[in-house]
């Protein structure tokens, strides 16, 4: 069964109509029965808004639409708490960076200072 179908057998297991669907996805009625007809996709941000909309979190929805496995989302969060390390990481150093950029202003402004004072 194709994604299209499937969003419109969650909607009517919700007993909720096209036209409430697309309001809150805030398209026309037009548009969201050419998604459930398949005629037109339906992108992440729409889906994601549908899954609000249906009580569900957006890898629930993947999961009962049949558009991701349980591997696959595992495979996923194991590559988001990695890019949450790498994240981290560069933000730890980007604070150590802008503190030593810190500490050299702060040195530049002491010999200026200084240099100034030997000026006068």
């Avoid at 808004?49 to 929805?61: A, G, H, R, V």
């Avoid at 991701?68 to 495979?75: F, G, M």
């Avoid at 604070?95 to 202003?105: A, S, W």
Wanted: no cysteine; net charge neutral; aromatic share 6%.
């Amino acid at each position: 069964m194709e994604i299209g179908h499937k969003l419109k057998k969650l909607r009517e297991a919700n007993n909720l109509s096209q036209k409430h669907v697309a309001y809150f996805l805030e398209i026309s009625q037009k548009t969201w029965s050419n998604i459930e007809s398949n005629k037109s996709k339906i992108g992440l941000a729409r889906l994601s808004k549908f899954s609000q909309l249906m009580n569900y979190d957006i890898l629930e929805l993947f999961m009962e639409l049949e558009i991701v496995t349980i591997e696959a989302i595992r495979d996923i969060q194991k590559n988001a708490d990695d890019d949450k390390e790498l994240v981290d990481k560069m933000n730890r150093q980007f604070t150590e960076r802008l503190k030593e950029k810190d500490e050299m202003i702060a040195l530049l402004k002491e010999k200026i200072e200084r240099l100034n004072g030997n000026l006068k």
